[in-house]
C-alpha cells in the first residue's frame, strides 16, 4: 500500500513540475518570437504587446480566485482544470488566425497559468509533510527557474527548426502528458466545499480592479500620465479595490480571508517575493537592454551575462532546502536571501554610475541571483505551512497573487519611470536632434535601439552622440533602479518586522511552557 502511495506522489510531483516548468518558460520564451509573430500576422506594436501583457495580466488576476476555488472544488480538479485551460490556449494560440485571436489565447492561458501555480503549491502542501515538503518546494523552485533561464533558448530551437507556433505546440503536448499523469492525483472530494461558497461578486471587483490598474501603468506613458483616460483607469481601478474590501468584509465566504494577512509569519513570508519583484524580476526583463544599448554588446554575450542572475536559481533552492531541514532557521535564511537582493540591486546601480567591466557586473548580478534563489520555493512551503489546512489553496492565491502582481506592477512600473526619465533627459541633453524625432529617439533608447538611431545621423556626429545617449541611459536607468530599490527596501523592512514580531511570540511561549 506504501508503494503505490509512493508511486502516486511521484506520479503527481512529476506532473505538477512539468507544469511549473511550462508557465515561466512561456513568459520567458514567448517574448523571443514576438517579431515572427508580427511579420506573419502582419500586427502594429500595441496590439503584438499585449501577446505577453495578457498573459501577465490574467495571471496576476486570477491567481487568488483560483486559489479559493481549490478551497472549495478540490484542489486535483482545480489543478486538471486549469492545465486544460491552457492546454486548448495552447492550441488556440498556434492556430490564432490574427493578432487578436492570439491576444484572447494568451489571456485565456494566463487564466490556466494561474490554476497551475496556486493548485499545484496547495496540492504539495496537502501531500508532503516536514523534510519532504521542504525539498519538494525547493524543486517547485528550481523547476520554475529552469523555466525563466531555459524558456527562451528552447523557444529559439523551436523557432529555428519550425516555427513560432511550435513554440505553442509544444505547451500543448506538454501539458496534455500533464493531465494524463494527473489522473492518478488522490482525490479530495471529501474536502470539497459548494459553489455559493465561491464569491463570484468579490472575485469580479478584485479583477476589475487589478486590471484597470495594470492598464494604468502599462499605458500611462503612452496615453499621457495626466491625461483623462490614465487618471480614469487608476480611479476606477482604485474604487473597484475599495469595493473589493468592503465586499470581502460583509461576505459570508469571502474570496479572501484578511484573517490571513492578520498572521505575521504568513504576512512577512509573501513580502519577501515582493522584494524580488523590484529587484530580481525587473533585471530578468530589462537588464540586456542596458548590455546590448549603452554597453554595445551582442546578443550572446548578454545572454551569458544573464546567466549570473538566473542560474543562481536552479542551485540555490535546493541548496536552502536542504539547510532547512538540518536545522537551520529559515528565518535566517530569509534574512540572507533579502539582503543579499538589496545589496546587489545597490552595487548595481552603483558600478553602471562608474561605467564599471563586465566582470564587476557580474558580481552585482551574483548577489541578486543567490537572494532570489534561497528564498524561491523555501517561502511558498513556510508560508503554507504558517496557515490552517483548509485554508492551504486561498493562502496560496494569495501568495502567488502578491508575487504575480508585483511582478506585473515593478515590470510595468519599471518601464514608466524609464520611458519618464528619458522623456526629461533627451531633450535637455541631447539639443541637437529636431523636435519631431524627440519622441522616436526616446522609443530607441528605452528599447536599447542604439545602433540604428546612429544610423540616422552623419558619421563626423555619431561618436559624440553615442558618448551622450549613453550618459542619459545611465542616468535614467540609476534613476529608476533607486526608485524601485527604495521600494524593495520598505517592502523588506516590513516583511522583516512581521517575521521578527513572529520569532518573539514563538520565543515568549517556549519560555512559558518552561
Known sequence: MDGIHRTTRTFMLFAVLMAVFIVPSSISGTAIALPFISAELQSDPASLQWVVNAFNLTFACFTLIWGKFADVFGRKRSFIAGALIYTLASIGSGLAPNILWLDVFRALAGVGGAAIFSCGSALFTHTFEGE?????????????????????????????????????????????????????????????????????????????????????????????????????????????????????????????????????????????????????????????????????????????????????????????????????????????????????????????????????????LLLIGMGMGISAGLVD??????????????????????????????????????????????????????????????????????TGLLELVNANEQATLSQQMIAVYKMAFTTTNALLGSLAVIVSLLALYCLRKVNRLAHCREVLRR
Do not use: C
Open 132 to 364: 519532504q515538503r521542504t525539498r519538494v518546494f525547493a524543486l517547485f523552485g528550481v523547476t520554475a527557474g529552469l523555466g525563466i533561464t531555459f524558456g527562451p533558448t528552447v523557444s529559439g530551437v523551436l523557432l529555428e527548426l519550425w516555427s513560432w507556433q511550435a513554440i505553442f505546440a509544444m505547451h500543448a503536448v506538454v501539458l496534455t502528458a500533464v493531465l494524463v499523469m494527473s489522473s492518478s492525483i488522490p482525490s479530495d472530494a471529501d474536502e470539497v466545499g459548494s459553489v455559493p461558497q465561491v464569491d463570484f461578486p468579490g472575485a469580479a471587483l478584485f479583477i476589475a480592479g487589478m486590471f484597470l490598474l495594470m492598464l494604468a501603468l502599462s499605458r500611462g506613458y503612452e496615453w499621457g500620465w495626466l491625461s483623462l483616460k490614465t487618471a480614469l483607469a487608476a480611479f476606477v481601478g482604485g474604487v473597484m479595490f475599495i469595493l473589493f474590501i468592503v465586499r470581502i468584509k460583509r461576505a459570508v465566504h469571502p474570496v479572501l480571508n484578511l484573517v490571513l494577512l492578520r498572521n505575521h509569519g504568513f504576512l512577512g513570508l509573501i513580502l519577501v517575493p515582493v522584494v524580488a519583484s523590484f529587484t530580481f524580476v525587473t533585471l530578468l526583463t530589462y537588464f540586456p537592454t542596458y548590455l546590448t544599448g549603452p554597453m554595445q554588446q551582442s546578443a550572446a554575450t548578454a545572454g551569458l551575462m544573464m546567466l549570473f542572475l538566473t542560474l543562481p536559481v536552479l542551485v540555490l533552492p535546493l541548496i536552502a532546502g536542504n539547510l532547512a531541514s538540518r536545522g537551520v532557521r529559515t528565518a535566517r535564511l530569509i534574512f540572507f536571501s533579502i539582503v543579499s537582493m538589496l545589496l546587489g540591486i545597490g552595487l548595481l546601480g552603483l558600478l553602471v554610475e562608474l561605467s564599471a567591466s563586465l566582470s564587476w557586473l557580474a558580481v552585482a
Open 381 to 450: 512551503g513556510e508560508a503554507l505551512s504558517s496557515v490552517k489546512a483548509d485554508e492551504t489553496g486561498m493562502a496560496a492565491g494569495v501568495l502567488n497573487t502578491f508575487r504575480l502582481g508585483s511582478e506585473a506592477v515593478a515590470v510595468a512600473l519599471y518601464g514608466a519611470l524609464m520611458s519618464a526619465s528619458l522623456t526629461r533627459l533627451v531633450p535637455e541633453h541631447l539639443s541637437q536632434l529636431k523636435e519631431g524625432d524627440v519622441e522616436a529617439w526616446i522609443a530607441g533608447m528605452a528599447s536599447g535601439n542604439f
